[in-house]
RNA sequence: GCCGGAGUGGCGAAAUUGGUAGACGCACGGGACUUAAAAUCCCGAGGGCCGAAAGGCCCGUGCCGGUUCGACUCCGGCCUCCGGCACCA
């Protein structure tokens, strides 16, 4: 009949065509009607995308073209998030340098982008690994250490002893290496950190200014920061100078605290230990559960256990003794490493108590109830309303109560009002080569100073050994280490932690405007009229670190007056995962490498074409939820692109058979063309382009019928293909392409203005009008648009259908929504 | 345990504010075209019951209850699955 759908040349040529024209590139520097549309940048370790990762770029190729045809100037650029972990360890198992590794998955990646037919802006790339970008980690770096923002401590990490190398947690299993089964030590180290507690407040208020993002994501990041009110609390102990200082969220049950318990990481634990007869036996504590991973210590159901230190606290509310205990479930690093144990009104403290028949004291006698009668008639004996025996008048619990605790414990001098924040500070030091160096210098006689900004960027040496002893590869680099002090000329060490791969991405989305600009590191100007990004577009797996980060670290831009900007992504949107049933398993899990059920696009581009693959991954599901893959669907979108294909071909061929008279201005045709444009402009606008691409799936086939019936003009049906392909472009660009050119139109539909309905014609003359009685449906009428209620229930009463149910009986009641529905109420 | 999301045909799913449940597609069955097959096109289809058929009735959106003329949608209680976080004081 016609020549058949070649989806492999028409794709080359217009991928060809889009590149030679350079469609996708903008000028920054020059004011338009902006719009910045950011996929999240893609990790090239893993060498090949999958449908996976996919979709997030489909999703957002495909909204980039949409804007593009709504007449906005945008930027959709591509960059690499290079540096990391997996290219290091891609060096030391297979010798391949990471640089090598790393260039050589960016340029797979590319291809595979660019046969996915994404439009990007390739003249803004950039790789994190390179030094005109990471140099400005290590400027920004060294604004941050100038104000108190980096800064130095010591914190755990894992040790392998055999790898003499810092492992990550994922790299650690049963407490043994991954690589060398060596058994894990938990070793100090002292290491750079961000201080991104001093903006927990304002992180967690800027969320309410947020609307567009995803409510799930603003939770997700609300509990991450955990912010609690309470008092810091202070309780004198024998043997010790100072008072012991506890965070507490209850201090309005400070009476029934009943012990005292430290972590066992807790500065005064040692000096306990040391004047403790029982020394030997503490420190064995401290000791295992320190080696205890930080997964089994914290996992629901982990044994608590503890050690009485054999000293006494006094309970500064009741002036009574209480026993000092070390326990294990007590955290170092939340609050002050110290809890006041309320066996009453607390569940953990609860079963601690219990546990080592600790006594219960209840300051609630309402909560009574909720306590083991057991233990409580032999542990409790007291009872009593704080109101009868402190200044307050305590209502049980409650936000009120509490806040009049802190106010007395204040008044009494027993501590202070504070607000803890679930949130630590960012650790960004790795000991690791593949990385930014970080920029410092330790120095003998003038300790750790900064690099300075002349000497910028400090390179990542290329020639270092990745075997040998282990250890930090940039260690035993000479020629790295060995440096001379910026400030006394002495002989000195160059630091050789690296960053943390989420300082690189904290900050590209700005970058991405003057990427060649050598002399700063963002351009206020052009920030201030693309900023901030409108449409951000990735995976949900980023909900908290990376989009945290992201904040923070603008908001720190912010401060330093380098762009006035408060928050960096106006609308977020995170697709659900690709999930995919696991051969091994038998489960349907989220498709990763790791668990080996991925799916390259590859080779369904080259049975199908990109466009089909297009049509597919957006026809599966509504993206904002997770989705199964399964390769069974894949014909169908194959199908509509060839019925597509073909529908073009005829009507070009009935256009060159001479057309003859205009176009009707309401034909059911035009109705229908009216209204599939509403569908897919609002489905578009909410992203549910599975639901376009059914509404365009009845489009073309009505366009068919009306061409096989003869019941349109040419020039209608003419219009209506049109009116498709712009309808269709954003999902499956090279098709629609093709046929806007040999249709006669001119390059590109990409820049060919988006549809607009009519919203009379895009409602139909006539409709189905439900009629129920008593809430079933008992039958359906044809009616005119609007038509009035009387008639409508009249009609209902002559319908043979609906007779026999309203017949003999009285209506009570006539229930009528136009153009609906009819609900007659009988009895 | 906490937070978030979900549960609809054999399968992926749709139903924009409470108003025709299952659009669109896959797989399946039947038919057309063909010497044949593939491809393509057309038709059918939630389950049960009645009927020779046309057609009709009942049930049906995880479970139980409620509100309403009317509930996939709202409310209360529960179950299951997925994801995230977690002895957070």
Redesign the pocket.
Known sequence: MTERYDPAAIEEKWRRRWEEARVAEVDTAVPGDEFYMLNMYPYPSASRLHVGHGRNYILGDALYRRERMAGRKALNPMGWDAFGLPAENAAIQSGVHPRDYTLDNIARMKEQLRALGLLYDWSKELASCEPSYYRWNQWLFLRMWERGLAYRKTAPVNWCPGCRTVLANEQVVNGRCERSDDVVEIRDLTQWFFRVTDYAERLLAGLDALPHWP??VK??QR?WI?R?E?AEIFFRVEALVEPIAV????PDTLFGATFLAL?PEHPAVATLAERSPDRAAIEEFVEKVRRESRLE????G???EGRDAGFVALNPATGKPIPVWIA????PE??T?A?MGVPAH?Q?DFEFARQYGIPIRPVYRTDEAELDPETMTAAAPHGGYLSGSGDWNGTPSGPQAIRRAVEWVEAKGFGKGKIVY?LRDWLISRQRYWGTPIPAIHCPGCGVVPVPDQDLPVLLPDDVDFFGAGGNPLEKSRAFVETRCPRCGGEARRETDTMDTFVDSSWYYLRFLNPRDEKRMVDRERAARWMPVDQYVGG?EHA?LHLLYARFVCRVLQDMDLVDLEEPFERLFNQGMITRVNVATG?V??MSKSRGNTVSPDELIERFGADTVRVYTL????PE????W?E??V??AY??L??VHDLCARVRDLERGGSSGGAGSDTPLVRLEHRTIR?VT?DAARF?F??A??AL??FQ?AIGEALESGSETPAALSGATKTLLKLLHPVAPHLTEEWWERLGESPFLLEAPWPEFDAELATSARV?L?V?V?????G?LDVERGEGEASAVDLAQRDA?IRPWVEGREIT?A?Y?PD??L?L?VR
């Open positions: 409510e799930r939770t997700m509990n955990g609690s309470g965070f507490t969220t209850r972590a210590r914290e996992s629901e982990g044994v608590k294990n479930f007590v955290l939340y609050g490493g809890i607390d953990r679930r949900i908290i489960r899990e989220k026809f599966i599901g509504p939820k997770e989705s199964e399964s069974d669907g014909s169908g199908r509509f060839n019925r569908r609002e549910h599975h639901t691409v059914a799936m009845e086939r189905t439900v129920q008593n809430g079933k449906v008992r359906r259908q009641r229930v929504v609906r529905l609900n109420v």
